[in-house]
Structures are given as structure tokens and as C-alpha cells.
């Protein structure tokens, strides 16, 4: 019980997990709104630390009728992506890339999951994300968990705050692809943000 306690109390200080209430106007969402040409799917982002492999952050990018960002009590901004609580419309690739990049540093990897679905159940995962609102501070994991396990084909996901159990079930998923994002930013992504928002030139490729 003490390890359980002790292990919940770490989540509670984790950096990625910050919330914030924000809803952005109707006008804008629709603006946004992005159609991927690929075909529909959910991607499960884990951020997890190079030392340790404890997982520090859990997000949701879901491709259905649109692309959107389901990244629960986390950090990333961006003004071209209108936020509706923790659900960010408009990913196009651009952003897709943005978002990976904010998290990946010399201390932690983004490591994805991506699982083909039915336009519908895309969708369903959409709503769903809609309908949950703001996630409390720590409640990354939970939150994608309650909105994963609502779907078919992801009954075995797991309820957890715990962003690895979540991504070690989804890994197991049918069809689950993979890919690691490895960056050597530093821990202090101030300057990812600049140039994210376009406040100083981007370094040339």
C-alpha cells in the first residue's frame, strides 16, 4: 500500500500534467477544422523518460471525420489550434510534428502507438473526448483511458493513471504500429515554443 501510495503521489508531480480550462469560439473550431488523407485511426502518444522508462504523459491524436489532439491536462499551445477544453482541432501534419517535438527532449522520448479503426468508431473516440471536458491536474491517464475504453476493439484498455500500463495494453491492440520520437532538446522547451508561435525564425534544416 505505502509503494502504491508513494507511486501516486509521483504522478501528482509530474510536469506534463497540467490543466486548464479553455474553449475556444465556434467560429474558430470550424476555421481549423483539418481532413487527414490517411485513413482513420487512433495514435497514442506516450511520453516517457529516458531514465527509469516511467511514463510521464498520455495523449490521444484521433483521425476520423477530422484531426484532433486529445491531450488531457497537458501543456502544449499552439494559436493556430483552437483548444475546446483539452481537445485541439485543426492537427494538421505541421502541428502533428509541433506537439511531438514539444515533448521529446534530452530527457524524455514520445513513443506512438497507432491502431486503424472504422470512421465510426474514429468518431465515437472524437465525441467521447468532446464530452469529457477538462481533465484535473495528474489525470492524463485516466482521462485517455476513459475515453479509449468506451470504443470497440478496446475493451482490454485498462482504467489507469498510469500512462505505461495504458500504452503496454494498447501495444497489444491488433494492428498497433509503433514508432519512437527521440529529440536532444533541452528540458527547458522555451525555446520549442518560440518557434512554434512563430516569435523568432525557425533554425534552418
Not at 56 to 81: C, E, K
Request: charged fraction near 20%; glycine fraction near 8%.
Amino acid at each position: 500500500m505505502r509503494h502504491l501510495l508513494a507511486a501516486l503521489a509521483a504522478l501528482f508531480l509530474l510536469a506534463g500534467c497540467g490543466a486548464d480550462h479553455v474553449w475556444a469560439p465556434d467560429e474558430a473550431v470550424a476555421r481549423a477544422r483539418y481532413v487527414s488523407p490517411d485513413p482513420p485511426s487512433i495514435t497514442l502518444y506516450t511520453v516517457v523518460r529516458k531514465r527509469g522508462g516511467e511514463g510521464a504523459h498520455s495523449g490521444l491524436m484521433i483521425n476520423g471525420s477530422q484531426r484532433v489532439l486529445f491531450d488531457p491536462a497537458g501543456t502544449w499551445y499552439h494559436p493556430a489550434v483552437p483548444e475546446r477544453n483539452d481537445l485541439h482541432y485543426g492537427i494538421t501534419e505541421q502541428m502533428r510534428k509541433f506537439y511531438i517535438d514539444y515533448h521529446a527532449r534530452e530527457t524524455y522520448d514520445v513513443v506512438e502507438y497507432t491502431v486503424p479503426v472504422s470512421r465510426e468508431v474514429a468518431d465515437m473516440a472524437i465525441r467521447r473526448a468532446e464530452e469529457y471536458g477538462a481533465a484535473n491536474k495528474a489525470f492524463c491517464g485516466r482521462s485517455v483511458s476513459y475515453v479509449l475504453q468506451g470504443l470497440p476493439g478496446f475493451e482490454t484498455i485498462p482504467r489507469s493513471f498510469f500512462p505505461n500500463r495504458i500504452m503496454n495494453a494498447f501495444a497489444a491492440l491488433p494492428g498497433a504500429r509503433m514508432k519512437v520520437h527521440v529529440d536532444g532538446d533541452p528540458d527547458n522547451n522555451s525555446g520549442v515554443l518560440l518557434v512554434q508561435r512563430g516569435s523568432v525564425p525557425a533554425p534552418a534544416p
